[in-house]
């Protein structure tokens, strides 16, 4: 769906909330991974980038460690590229180090149908072999169609088919802000 | 978004955007072919067949690679190995090729318009791999990848072109490139092998050699035909040696910062000395890894076109 062609219907999360949400995650990781040992930050382009080094940001903030990032290209790896008219534009995958051993979460800013991280996973297999792949997604409005959960989410958010969330981060957007889009 | 076209066929109607977005494209795919991994699987589902009428190793294998890189199936075909031998048409070879649900047709030909007229009658995408001396736009293009990965922005570079110009698919293909991207190209080789007119292309011509070196950032060195010497266009080999060859004196007064370039295959110790092909300043090794990643990008492009039936007759 063409962004420009909706209209903001609301705004669900303001920045404030969007930072609680990206502590209240930064700590879940850390809880489960007992720490930051063998941990890496990998965001998904586009959005999925600045999320993950707010994270990272976060975790050094706490722990006073630096968990590395890098940035995740799917776009070869896409499943509808036999049935999109135009070739999506593709983008370097951007991982200066060795996945291979390491604890890699996944880092998007919504979770939808789940072909993105399909996608993703098979990218990242490509990369290396990772000890374990976790999830951190900012926003799950439902609708799957593959047997895929996020392990970390900021919130929950039921949404129809025919609207969009729009996750903004002021690295790329003006503001941090979620914002629901409808047709207009 | 993809090239709006169905086929690549030459650098001479594409635009400077385009040219950019295929430039951008390939340093992705570069990325790929460094990994230990080196395949993605963008094109499965595809089939990409080369059709080559004319000898060629570094082009056809590369080509070969790239298709397999993004996971399309690849099959080529050469002219002594096929029914061409028994005198089949150009065009009822690709309509077989078509029908056996070929994508992209690879093509490799003598006759300058060969890949146009290809064109203009099958429904594939068509990519020209060579034809004639009319162009080689993929040579060409990972020409300008190498300039640009070492030297950053085309626009103001002076860029000089070496040898048989007259002959040189490779040569009209990067002036066509280079000039779009506003670098400054000049060509240099004797005067029998500079095409007449040439100037209306857009380049400064130079007989002399030393002349042309002075304030250079690019040296694209073409490969001498021997057939052109026996033809008489030039007198001996050791005269154009003497004159047009790149030997270490020259190289040492063009300075450390030009570039030297080579498309391939090279005569060593006629129009390239070795030391000057090994030299820090060469990329000749990197263009080839370069043509691989160039071709990726080309093919990706190429097969993501929306089919548009009422374009076809």
Known sequence: ?184 | MSLKRKDFLGLYDVSAEEINQILDTAVAMKDILTRTVKKVPTLRGKTVINLFYEPSTRTKFSFNLAAKRLSADVMSISKSSSSIAKGESLLDTAKTMEVMGADVVVIRHSAPGAAKFLADNISASVLNAGDGAHAHPTQALLDIYSIKEKLGEIAGLKVLIVGDIAHSRVARSNIWGLNKLGAEVAVAGPQTLIPREIEKMGVKVYSDLDQALENVDVVNILRIQMERQESGLFPSIREYREIYGMNAERLERIGKKAMIMHPGPMNRGIEIESSVADSPQSVITEQVKNGVAIRMALLYLLAGREIDNEDLN
């Open chain 1, 1 to 184: 769906m063409d962004k420009s062609e909706m209209v903001v219907k609301k705004e669900l999360i303001d920045s404030a909330a969007m930072g609680r949400a990206i502590t209240r995650i930064a700590h879940e990781i850390l809880e489960k991974n007992k720490g930051t040992e063998d941990l890496v930050l990998i965001g998904i382009r586009t959005r999925g980038v600045p999320l993950a080094e707010r994270l990272a940001a976060k975790i050094e903030e706490i722990e006073g460690i630096e968990v590395k990032t890098g940035i995740l290209d799917i776009t070869l790896y896409r499943d509808d590229l036999s049935t999109v008219a135009q070739q999506p534009i593709v983008h370097r995958t951007e991982i200066p180090f060795d996945i291979t051993g390491k604890k890699v979460v996944l880092v998007d800013d919504v979770l939808y149908t789940g072909r993105t991280v399909r996608a993703a996973l098979d990218a990242l297999i490509d990369l290396g072999r990772p000890l374990q792949i976790q999830l951190a997604i900012m926003i799950d409005r439902g609708h799957r169609e593959l047997p895929i959960r996020a392990d970390f989410v900021g919130k929950n958010l039921p949404t129809s088919k025919t609207e969009v969330v729009d996750v903004n981060f002021k690295e790329i957007d003006e503001k941090d802000a979620v914002l629901l889009l409808e047709k207009s």
